[in-house]
């Protein structure tokens, strides 16, 4: 995903764009598990970026993601990274 190609690379600006362009076009796609994996990669970039508090609001929503379709490996991926001091 491009966007998680623009954060490894460290373009922020241009990851938390397109990251967010792709939860919405995976959302439209109804598809639970990516939209899951999109937000969780949105979250990590936006935790880089500084932004705490949207980054633990898409961890949140991945994480019910997760435990809707039944992950639980994602899951408790998920909340481990809610639980890390200064998330």
Do not use: C
């Not at 990851?15 to 967010?20: E, R």
């Not at 937000?39 to 970039?45: G, H, M, S, T």
């Not at 936006?46 to 949207?54: D, L, M, P, S």
């Amino acid at each position: 995903m491009l966007g998680q190609l623009d954060h490894a690379a460290g373009r922020l600006d241009d990851a938390l764009p397109n990251l967010t362009k792709a939860v919405r076009i995976i959302h439209r796609l109804r598809n639970t598990y990516e939209q899951a994996l999109t937000l969780k990669a949105l979250a990590e970039a936006q935790q880089a970026y500084g932004a705490h508090y949207a980054a633990h609001r898409a961890w949140q929503e991945a994480l019910h993601l997760f435990e809707r379709i039944n992950n639980v490996a994602e899951a408790a991926s998920v909340k481990r990274l809610l639980e890390t001091p200064g998330t």
